[in-house]
């Protein structure tokens, strides 16, 4: 039985579990960059003008009110605010009022912004599946699953809930 002696400090991680975080922090911020840089050099958006577009497109009548955008990405309103405003000078979702609540304002998908979500899809996944699915046998993609299903737990959020700030890329629901 570990008493209070033989209890690893919290504060303090070994040797081990420092390596363990540097690799998954390296992996995670270079995947991260790796998506980004594909859809910058591939069709000249972001991975947060990316996350918007799924988002509206994935919505009902391809428009959310801000705060429904807000919950989808996760982030805060101003970063939403300030993402919208700009994918709104690039053509790609345009502002509506909204009849129901004159407080809020619909973030409608535009036919470039669309468009632009059906074009990028490919080579995104492509991108993803190259990175993440090929390099990983079929039983370690498992054992990542399980590993951050149980992370997504100890961090206070459901399993399979809505992620925040990871976009999945579906060709099926983009061409719809």
């Known amino acids: 039985m570990a008493t209070a002696r033989t209890r ?3 504060r303090k991680l070994s040797d081990d579990e420092l390596r363990l975080f540097h690799e998954f922090y390296l992996m995670r911020r270079g995947f991260d960059r790796a998506l980004d ?4 050099r591939d069709a000249g958006i972001s991975i947060s003008e990316l996350e918007v577009l799924m988002a ?3 919505s009902p009548g391809r428009r959310l ?24 000078a690039r053509g790609f979702v345009e502002r509506q009022d909204c009849a129901e609540d004159r407080r809020a304002s619909w973030i409608h ?8 979500v059906v074009r990028v899809l490919p080579e995104h996944t492509a991108t993803i599946r190259r990175i993440l699915y090929d390099a990983l046998s079929p039983e ?5 699953l399980a ?30």
């Open 140 to 144: 370690q993609q498992e054992e990542l």
């Open 37 to 40: 840089q594909q859809l910058q």
């Open 8 to 10: 690893p400090d919290p």
């Open 56 to 58: 509206l497109i994935r």
């Open 109 to 116: 998908l535009t036919g470039d912004g669309r468009r632009k």
């Open 65 to 88: 009110r801000v705060r429904d955008l807000v919950a989808a990405t996760g982030w805060e309103k101003s970063r939403v605010s300030h993402q919208v405003t700009r994918m709104e």
């Open 147 to 176: 590993i951050s299903t149980r992370m997504t737990e100890a961090m206070g959020r459901e399993p399979g809930a809505e992620p925040e700030d990871v976009v999945v890329p579906g060709v099926q629901e983009a061409a719809g």
